[in-house]
């Protein structure tokens, strides 16, 4: 007999073994105590869970759409050769749909 | 006749909260034999089974009826005994004993012999609860519902909200798990 067949043998026979149902006197008022007693469930409790992973899975859609745009100003800069800096090509990435953003100009000069 | 589950939870749903009673009674028993199998005393059995009931009792305005009330008030039985486990996790008592002499009667008796006896099932039980002790929280709860009482993996997907293949992974890797605690154990010197 291997150590796999003793597992199942032993699990057999625990099965065999019943489990007792027995209710302790008087339970049935102690739940009722209880419900009358515990505070009233938070009706946005279940919305909670739920959003906190939506938020989660949002953001990494956000990263990873950031990330792929980002790839792609980079691949298509060192192909045109116009030597962008990284920085800027982030800054555009992330921030480029935004309504009323303005990259910044390269030949401004720095306060 | 008894009222129906039904007829009692739509009472319930109008304000007769005092019917809530009538379902305590029917299913306490099943709930504490459920509890019995996760709990490490009986205090803590009575403290399972009135978080189960409580969260019943606060989710019945969730169960729509197209499942039996039985199912549903078994799901979340489920789903609060894996929260006691994950809890004992975080609150583990002493470390493993000694094999007591039943148990080590039982492994004389029992490791050598093809056949399943049905005597001493008392050790047998024992030997399982301390394996089951050291488990991991998913590995005990996927052996007692797959191995103790027998259930389905559909019906433990159902049980546990894990999908069909994760049930799968998981029974394969408790048992492993169980394996190698009863390796700690002792046991093998009986084989």
């Known amino acids: 007999m291997n150590l796999e067949d003793l597992r199942q043998k032993l699990v057999r026979s625990a099965r065999r073994h019943p489990v007792s149902d027995a209710v302790p006197y008087a339970f049935e008022q102690r739940i009722m105590h209880a419900i009358r007693d515990a505070p009233a469930q938070d009706p946005f409790l279940p919305w909670v869970a739920g959003l906190w992973r939506a ?37 555009v990435a992330v921030l480029g749909d935004l309504p009323g953003f303005e990259p910044a100009d390269p030949d401004a000069p720095t306060p | 006749m008894d009222a129906s589950d039904t007829e009692i939870i739509t009472a319930i749903r109008g304000g007769d909260v005092g019917r809530f009673e009538e379902l305590v009674r029917r299913y306490q028993p099943r709930l504490f034999a459920t509890a019995r199998r996760y709990a490490r005393r009986e205090s803590e059995v009575e403290d399972i089974v009135q978080a189960i009931l409580v969260r019943v009792f606060q989710n019945l305005d969730s169960w729509r009826g197209d499942a039996p009330f039985e199912h549903w008030i078994m799901r979340i039985a489920v789903r609060v005994c894996y929260d006691a486990l994950r809890a004992h996790q975080r609150n583990r008592e002493q470390p493993m004993a000694e094999l007591s002499e039943e148990e080590s009667s ?9 056949e399943d006896r049905t005597d001493d099932t008392n050790a047998a039980r024992s030997l399982v609860a301390r394996a089951f002790e050291e488990l991991a929280p998913a590995s005990r709860l996927i052996l007692t519902l797959l191995e103790l009482e027998d259930r389905s993996v559909r019906e433990i997907s159902d049980l546990t909200g894990w999908s069909i293949p994760l ?9 492993a798990e169980m394996r190698r605690i009863l390796t700690r154990m002792g046991v093998e010197k009986y084989l």
């Not at chain 1, 953001?59 to 920085?87: I, K, M, T």
């Not at chain 2, 049930?167 to 048992?175: D, E, G, S, Y």
């Open chain 1, 55 to 91: 938020a989660l899975c949002a953001l990494a859609v956000a990263l990873l759409s950031g990330g792929f745009h980002w790839r792609e100003l980079v691949n298509a800069s060192a192909s045109a050769g116009d030597g962008v800096p990284d920085a800027e090509l982030l800054e």
């Open chain 2, 106 to 114: 039982w492994l004389e008796n029992h490791a050598s012999s093809p």
């Open chain 2, 167 to 175: 049930v799968k992974v998981r029974a394969f890797r408790a048992r």
